[in-house]
C-alpha cells in the first residue's frame, strides 16, 4: 500500500485546486433569510426612493404663495400621518398638518417645523415663522430609479438587506453555501461524554473542521468519525461525496499502514496530489470524485488548522463567487525560530496589526492544539532557513 | 402628548445605559453546539496532553539497549495502532510496529520512522539507522495537567472549540446570547411582497436592526412592525418585553402626534433619557420596563444604523461579558465637511485601514439607506464645527 508520493510546492497545491471547476449554484431566497449569503445578480433601484416628495419633518405644510409675513395664522385643512395621502388640494390661507415621512402633497412649497407652530384651536395653528429650507425631499433625490444598489458577489450584510427591502425585494438569488462534510479518521478518537481510555484520544479536528467550515461561510452537512478501516472509510466517503460539494478528511493520508485516504485519492476520478513541500500538512492529499473536491489533511491539529485554511477554505469561498480568506503580508518575528527545515514550515502566530509583531502561538509543533483559538495568522519560514529576533517574515491573515 | 425632553450627551446616555444592571444569564450546552458564544467560566486540562507516550510517526519502536549497530534486523512483537496498547513487553532484538499518534510503550526509548527501514519478511524488519531524536511526546509534554486552557469571558472560536473537545469537555458553561426583540413602527410600512401603495415605504429598518442584532450576537426573538396607534405600540412592546432582554424599536420617538415611545418611556419603571446632543437620533429614548432594555431609535435609517451601535450593541455585549464592539480612534476626512450643527454629527464613513483614510459614504442624510452596507466606521463632526478636507477627525470603528 505505498503510494508513490510527487511532493509539490504550496503554490503549485494551491494552482491544482484552483484548477478545479467548482460550479456555485445559485438559490432564490427571501431576502430576510439571506443575511451572510453572497449575492449572485446585481441589484437595481426598481423606483426612486424617495419614490414621492417626503416630508422630512412634523409640522405644517403650505403653499408657496403663503410663504411670508409671519407670525401668520392658518386654517388646518387635514391630517397626513406617515403612509396616508391628502385627500383635496390645499387652498391658500389652509395649512396641512404633516408627519415626519409622509407624502408632501404636489402643490405644498414647505413644511414648516412644529416646534415653531402654536395650535390655537383645533382647527387653526400659529405660524410663528418660515424656514430657509423647503424641509421636502423631492422624488429620487436620495437614490434614482434604475440606479445600480449593489453587485454580484457582495456579501449581505445587515445593510445590504435593509437597502433590497427599502425596494421592495422580496426574495433575492444568492450563491448557495457549499454543502461540506467532515470526516475524522482514527479507530484511536473518543467522542464527547465518552469515558477515557488508555490510548485514545478525544476526537478535536473533528469539531475543529466543524467550527472553520461554519465560521467561513460553508453549510455543514456532518461530521462522520471513522475507524481506521478501509471498507468503513471509503463507505463514508462515498456517502459524504453524494450529498457534498467539499469533504474535508483529517488523518489518514501519511504513510502508515492504516493511512487509506492516499489509496483512495489514486483511485479518484482526478487525483491533484498527494505531498507537498511544506510543514505540517506534508502528506495532505486531494482529488475530485463524482465533481465533488476532498480536500485530505495529515490528522495533525495545526496541519489541519493551517491546511484548512490554505487548501479548504478557498474552495468554500469560490462556491460562493468569493476570493480566499488569507491576506498575504509582511511582519516581523518577536523571537528567533532556528529550526530549519527540509521542507517551508507554516506557524500559526498572532499578529499585532498595530506593529506588525508576530508571535509564534504556542510551541510551533504539529500537534499543538492548545493554542490554535488565539492565532491570527501564519508565518512562513523558508525550507533550509533560520529566522532571527526582529527577521521579517511572510505572513498569511486568517480572515 | 408634548414631553419635556432634556437634551444629554452621547457620552451621558452611554453611562446612563452603561449603569442599567443587565444580569447575564448562564447555560451550560453541549461544546460541539457553543461555537460563537462566551465562556463563562474558566476551563483548566483535566488531564496531560500528551495523555501518555505518543508516537510522532509511524515507524518501529525499539530498547534503549538495542539503540546501535545499524544497520540491524529486528523481530515484529506486535502492531499497536493509533488507540491501541501494547499486549506484551518488548524484549531485546525486538521491535514494535507502532502507528502515529499511538501509545509507545514505557520501555521503548525510540521510534525510527518507517521511512529508514525495510522489512524483510512478516515477522523481521531491517532497521537501517537509528535517529537522533527519540521521535516520543512525553506525558503532558504539550499541556500539563491543570493548566488553564481557556479563560471566562473567551469567545468560542473553532481553535477554543477543539480544544474543549481535545479535553473530554462535553458540555460548557457559556453566557446566553440575549434574547432581542425589534419593532418597526410606522402606519406607512408595507412588508416585503406587498404591492406598492403611493406614500407608504416598505419596512428597511425591521430588517436592518435584524440583520444588526444577527451580525452581533443577539439572539433574534421577533420583528414585530406596529402601525401608529398606541394601544398597538403598547401591546406589542409589552408583549416582548415579557420575553426578551432587550427591545430596540425604531420611530416613533420624537415630537409628532403618533410618537408613542416617548410617552412609554415616561410611564417606565426606569426612564433614562429621551433625547440627545446628537445627529441623526436626537430623539433617541431608553428606558428599563420590567428588567428589560429598551432603546428606542430614530426611523431615519443613518439614525437607526448609529443608534444601534452607540446605544444597544453595548448591552447585546454586556449580556455576554463582552466590551461593547465600536473601537475608538483618528482618522482623516478625504473631503471637507462643511455643514454646521447644533448638536455634534455622527456620519457614518468608510475607512482605509492602510491610510487613515476616511470618506463618508453615502450623502450624510439621517434618510440615507443607499451605503450602510458599505460603511465600516462612524465619523464626528463637533457642533458648531465643520472640518476641511485633511482634516483629524475622531472615529468609531464598527466591529
Known sequence: MYLFRNAISRDEASRLLASVELKPKIQELPVNESLGLVLAEDVFASFPIPAFRRSGYDGYGILAEDDHDFPRQFEISEHIAAGDVATAPLQSGQTVRIMTGAKVPNEVAKVIMLEVTEKTDSDHVLIKETMARSNISEIGEEIEKGKKLLSIGTKLNAGAI?????????????YRQPRVGVIATG????????????????????????????????????????????ENTKETLERLIKTCDLVITTGGVSVGDYDFMAVMAKESDQFLFNKLKMRPGSPTTAFVQNETLV????????????????????????????PAGLKAGKGILTAGYHKINEFDRYLQAYIDEETGNVTLSGHGQSSELGSLWQANCFFKVPHGTKVEKNGQVEIWMIP
Do not use: H
Not at 435593509?162 to 444568492?174: E, Q, W
Not at 481510555?197 to 475543529?208: A, D, F, T, V
Not at 455543514?220 to 481506521?228: F, N, Y
Open 187 to 230: 479507530s484511536e478518537l473518543l467522542q464527547p461524554g465518552e469515558a477515557y481510555q488508555e490510548g485514545r484520544i478525544y476526537n478535536s479536528n473533528g469539531p475543529l473542521l466543524a467550527g472553520l467550515v461554519k465560521e467561513n461561510g460553508g453549510q455543514l452537512v456532518e461530521v462522520a468519525t471513522v475507524s481506521d478501516e478501509l
Open 162 to 174: 435593509s437597502l433590497l427591502n427599502a425596494f421592495g425585494y422580496a426574495k433575492i438569488k444568492s
Open 295 to 322: 480536500v485530505a489533511l495529515s490528522g495533525n491539529p495545526s496541519a489541519c488548522f493551517a491546511g484548512f485554511y490554505f487548501f479548504a477554505e478557498p474552495a468554500i469561498k469560490k462556491f460562493q463567487g468569493l
